[in-house]
């Protein structure tokens, strides 16, 4: 994955300078939201349609993001940051005879992606200090790295290097002077695949697709 890594850095360097120029003339607050993603697969086993990995994943996110162009109770928000998906599978361990030990296997496969998104939120302010929020808009994922549990289908061209859809979110903005504290709650809605492939004649057709949400505390400064 040198060639996508190279470009993917091209993207985040290009990202952070317009980030930083609109920043400079147009942001209303500038903040950085750390949490966790919550996702799950659906990866099922063509031959007998069974599904791996459909148990709550744990992982990690965070993203740097604008406010702006506030106008009334509306506000434009822009975001770029790194979002983990997965799932989680649990195996029994057996003896030689059969019999079960009491033990179980864990297997975790991760995916790692460069995350954009620009959304509209619609405030609704208790006070001037208390704004809870909900939002929606695109948002496009690009993956820059996952566990060897995708390398074979990585290999055959069958794993999607972008994601796409879009994000629905809720959270409440805390106004303390110049300082934003903030709760968040997204949704990512996917209009694309992890991973698609054809019958052949060692397997038949199937994919992989995700479920991701993500919760993040966020800290903000008001220009």
Same mark, same amino acid.
């Given at each position: 994955?040198?060639?996508?890594?190279?470009?993917?850095?091209?993207?985040?360097?290009?990202?952070?300078?317009?980030?930083?120029?609109?920043?400079?003339?147009?942001?209303?607050?500038?903040?950085?939201?750390?949490?966790?993603?919550?996702?799950?697969?659906?990866?099922?086993?063509?031959?007998?349609?069974?599904?791996?990995?459909?148990?709550?994943?744990?992982?990690?996110?965070?993203?740097?993001?604008?406010?702006? *162009?506030?106008?009334?109770?509306?506000?434009?928000?822009?975001?770029?940051?790194?979002?983990?998906?997965?799932?989680?599978?649990?195996?029994?361990?057996?003896?030689?005879?059969?019999?079960?030990?009491?033990?179980?296997?864990?297997?975790?496969?991760?995916?790692?992606?460069?995350?954009?998104?620009?959304?509209?939120?619609?405030?609704?302010?208790?006070?001037?200090?208390?704004?809870?929020?909900?939002?929606?808009?695109?948002?496009?994922?690009?993956?820059?790295?996952?566990?060897?549990?995708?390398?074979?289908?990585?290999?055959?061209?069958?794993?999607?290097?972008?994601?796409?859809?879009?994000?629905?979110?809720?959270?409440?903005?805390?106004?303390?002077?110049?300082?934003?504290?903030?709760?968040?709650?997204?949704?990512?809605?996917?209009?694309?695949?992890?991973?698609?492939?054809?019958?052949?004649?060692?397997?038949?057709?199937?994919?992989?697709?995700?479920?991701?949400?993500?919760?993040? *505390?966020?800290?903000?400064?008001?220009?």
């Amino acid at each position: 994955m040198s060639d996508l890594f190279a470009i993917t850095m091209k993207k985040i360097l290009a990202s952070i300078i317009f980030v930083s120029v609109f920043c400079s003339l147009n942001a209303q607050v500038i903040k950085l939201q750390v949490g966790t993603s919550i996702s799950k697969l659906d990866w099922k086993i063509p031959t007998t349609n069974d599904q791996l990995y459909d148990m709550a994943f744990t992982g990690n996110s965070f993203f740097l993001g604008i406010d702006y *162009l506030k106008n009334g109770n509306y506000n434009l928000t822009t975001n770029i940051g790194y979002l983990q998906k997965g799932g989680k599978s649990e195996s029994e361990l057996s003896d030689p005879w059969g019999i079960f030990t009491g033990q179980t296997i864990v297997d975790k496969p991760t995916l790692n992606y460069l995350s954009f998104n620009t959304a509209i939120d619609f405030n609704y302010p208790l006070s001037e200090q208390v704004l809870p929020f909900i939002c929606g808009g695109p948002r496009i994922d690009f993956l820059i790295g996952h566990s060897d549990d995708f390398s074979y289908l990585e290999k055959n061209d069958e794993l999607k290097k972008i994601a796409y859809g879009l994000l629905f979110g809720a959270g409440i903005k805390l106004n303390i002077s110049k300082i934003q504290i903030g709760l968040k709650g997204d949704y990512y809605l996917n209009f694309s695949k992890i991973a698609e492939w054809n019958e052949s004649l060692l397997r038949t057709a199937g994919e992989i697709t995700d479920d991701t949400f993500t919760l993040m *505390l966020s800290l903000g400064y008001a220009f």
